[in-house]
């Protein structure tokens, strides 16, 4: 009898507590999935959604697109107390250390998720990480903007950026992520990490350029690298080594054979009696 109580107390027991652990797993996975980063490569922003800038201004999307230099998109908001500017400050060291000039090459948009945030909130944000962009240029180049809930939610949806509201930390809950566009507003590419490689950066814009930027290397660059989104970097894929791999094999083969066949032709004619 005491056996057998002492068994149902084991089974209560571990039910209970797997019945306990399952809401809490669910909740976060709920919660990751609720700040994250969704692949939506090769879906347009809407030209038409509207914002206010730091200075204050309407802006509409289509200032920007359609026009004629990519665009380094960061969505976030102008209060975060840690990532944010963790990603802004990366960001702006790695693409300091390119060669591609902000307003020339590139521009830079700052969307925040925060619907009670100002212009005001904006401008003291870019004063405060303009310097950390040492390139001429980057006060014109870089627009921050603010707007309504259903603008900012419909930006976030086309590009993927789901985030939401953690009372429990009393901050916003979202992904570290630069999104590239293309002039025509198309996403072509999203490294999603705080800390960011200036190569791996040049790249996304010559990417996202669509052939106006960059030299023939950035191209060639592009041709034999794949980006990686496990370690958000561009790398050698295994299928591109093999193809390497396999031109090599080819050109010593036809090398090794013209050397033979030169040898061949040398070799004297033995004389006939």
Not at 39 to 66: C, K, M
Not at 101 to 120: M, N, W, Y
Not at 227 to 241: C, G, H, I, K, V
Request: glycine share 6%; proline share 6%; net charge positive.
């Amino acid at each position: 009898m005491i056996k057998h109580l002492l068994l149902t107390a084991c089974f209560a027991s571990a039910a209970l507590a797997q019945g306990a652990g399952m809401p809490v797993t669910s909740s976060l996975q709920m919660r990751e999935e609720a700040a994250s980063q969704l692949d939506t490569i090769g879906a347009v922003v809407d030209p038409n959604l509207s914002f206010t800038d730091e200075r204050g201004y309407p802006f509409q999307l289509r200032q920007l697109f359609p026009g004629t230099q990519p665009v380094v998109l960061l969505l976030g908001y102008y209060c975060c107390p840690a990532m944010c500017g963790e990603v802004m400050g990366s960001a702006f060291r790695a693409l300091s250390e390119t060669e591609l000039q902000p307003g020339t090459d590139f521009r830079i948009l700052s969307v925040s998720i925060d619907p009670k945030e100002t212009p005001a909130t904006a401008l003291a944000r870019k004063q405060a990480f303009l310097p950390k962009l040492k390139k001429t240029g980057g006060d014109d180049a870089w627009r921050l903007l603010v707007g309504d809930e259903a603008n900012v939610k419909r930006l976030c949806e086309i590009t993927g950026f789901r985030y939401y509201w953690s009372q429990h930390t009393n901050q916003f809950a979202h992904p570290p992520s630069l999104i590239f566009l293309t002039p025509q507003g198309k996403i072509s590419r999203i490294i999603e990490n705080t800390a960011f490689d200036a190569g791996d950066l040049r790249l996304a814009l010559v990417e996202a350029g669509e052939g106006r930027l960059g030299t023939f290397w950035d191209q060639l660059k592009l041709n034999c690298l794949t980006f990686d989104p496990r370690t958000n970097s561009y790398s050698l894929a295994a299928m591109t080594l093999m193809r390497i791999a396999g031109a090599i094999t080819v050109v010593v083969i036809a090398v090794m054979i013209f050397v033979m066949l030169r040898k061949e032709r040398r070799r004297p004619t033995p004389a006939i009696a």
